[in-house]
């Protein structure tokens, strides 16, 4: 009886406060202008940007650690900068990004830096500080090779982004935990987990194309990004130590206060209950989760981008191969850690139709092939724009980055020359002398 009365109570407030509709219609109306207003104009600054594309060749002989890439990443940071809310919202304009790209063409392995014009003396004058023996060339864009669509009847595609497994301030495993120590104060053993996407890329054959795309935005307190402050509050989490609870935001101030003037008009008093603390004991913690607590610790006291990577394999269809796709997919294994992060592939581009897959004998429902082609386009789009990835950024600290993206060496260089078709193996016993 009480809970019918109270229902229709609930409907009467509800249905008042929806009389005023012409107060929050106006509201909901200048928003939503204001965010297309937003979107048009960063489409207007985006559209007036110039960019460059460099290309990286290492010198022979360097034995450079992925270290030195850190180092530059370091210093490609100092890009970040406050945005005024008039550049912001009168300007369209953005924190500036790059792409950093490993790419494969018919065999040839080649690395690439997409930036703003406006940049491209930074990008080379903190790579020449860490690579002086380095060629650094300003060249077209490889994608003018390629048809403006795909697939089409000539080209096929697959395509994917990578996201987090984990909240981003867990750190997948990188280059330092690739490497041993060797006989000599200063001498490394690397295992370079880059070999292994060298060793697919080293096989494409003509007409064959992989990109990894690693899209970078630098960020910081500068810009209000308190992703640090995330990885202290785990921190703290395992240590036992006790967090001091934000207040509420204002809609959530705004939706009680609406909640209690309900209740006020139905008549129900409000409860409050009084919640008891057990006594906080000594907090024992165990050897992973301290692991995990100086790994968060190390990842934050890093400079951080905001991130994103998109893989693309494309390819004539006399010489597509999905098996490429298979080995690029197991090369992100390495950056693997079981207690920490890793990478998952997200937008693949693959679909489902929406009607009653079951149903059919191919499993697709009805519609797929026409969803996938228009995946297929998105993506290739996407990835000849260098545009930001459509999935949610994370963050990658300097240390990480410079796991994903850096020159072999030359130990590692045995991985990027053309493969030797027939090796040599010791004689077989018992062979006749005369």
């Known amino acids: 009886m009480f809970s019918n009365f109270a229902a229709i109570s609930y409907s009467h407030a509800l249905g008042s406060i929806l009389s005023y509709w012409w107060v929050f219609l106006p509201v909901i109306l200048a928003f939503t202008l204001f965010e ?148 000599g104060p200063d001498e490394a053993i690397r295992s370079d987990p880059l070999t292994a996407f060298f060793e697919t890329l080293n096989k494409l054959r003509s007409g064959e194309y992989i990109t990894i795309q690693i899209i970078i935005q630098p960020t910081g307190p500068e810009v209000e990004d308190e992703w640090r402050k995330e990885g202290e509050a785990i921190i703290n989490k395992i240590a036992g130590k006790e967090e001091k609870a934000p207040g509420p935001s204002v809609g959530a101030k705004l939706a009680s206060g609406i909640d209690k003037t309900i209740d006020r008009i139905v008549g129900i008093e409000p409860q409050v209950f009084e919640e008891k603390k057990p006594d906080a004991g000594p907090t024992k913690v165990s050897a992973i989760d301290k692991e995990t607590a100086d790994a968060i610790a190390r990842s934050i006291s890093k400079l951080g981008f905001r991130s994103g990577i998109r893989f693309s394999y494309i390819a004539h269809k006399d010489v597509y191969s999905i098996s490429h796709v298979a080995s690029i997919m197991g090369s992100f294994r390495q950056f693997a850690s079981q207690n920490l992060n890793s990478f998952r592939p997200t937008r693949i581009t693959g679909s489902v139709g929406t009607l009653a897959p079951l149903f059919l004998f191919s499993g697709k429902g009805f519609g797929a092939d026409k969803k996938t082609l228009i995946k297929k386009w998105n993506h290739y789009r996407a990835t000849r724009e260098r545009s930001l990835p459509f999935e949610r950024q994370y963050i990658l600290n300097t240390e990480e980055l410079a796991t994903l993206y850096h020159l072999p060496s030359a130990s590692d260089r045995g991985a990027i020359l053309p493969s030797i078709g027939i090796r040599k193996g010791p004689s077989p016993g018992r062979l006749p002398t005369k």
């Not at 002989?61 to 990443?73: A, H, L, T, W």
């Not at 790209?101 to 392995?109: A, F, T």
């Not at 077209?140 to 669509?149: A, C, I, S, V």
């Open 36 to 183: 297309l207003w937003v979107w048009h104009i960063r489409q207007e600054n985006l559209a007036g940007l110039e960019w460059s594309l460099l290309e990286i060749r290492a010198p022979e002989g360097s034995i450079r650690s992925p270290r030195v890439m850190e180092q530059f990443f370091t210093g490609v940071h100092g890009a970040l900068r406050p945005l005024t809310w008039r550049e912001k919202f009168f300007k369209g304009v953005m924190t500036a990004w790059f792409t950093f790209e490993i790419v494969g063409i018919g065999g040839d392995i080649r690395f690439f830096i997409r930036t703003p014009a406006g940049l491209k003396n930074l990008i080379e004058a903190q790579f020449f500080a860490q690579y002086p023996d380095a060629e650094i060339e300003e060249v077209y864009d490889y994608f003018n090779d390629l048809p403006p669509r795909i697939p089409n009847d000539d080209y096929e595609l697959w395509g994917a982004e990578f996201k987090l497994n984990n909240d981003d301030v867990f750190p997948i495993k990188t280059y330092l935990e690739f490497e041993e120590v060797g006989s």
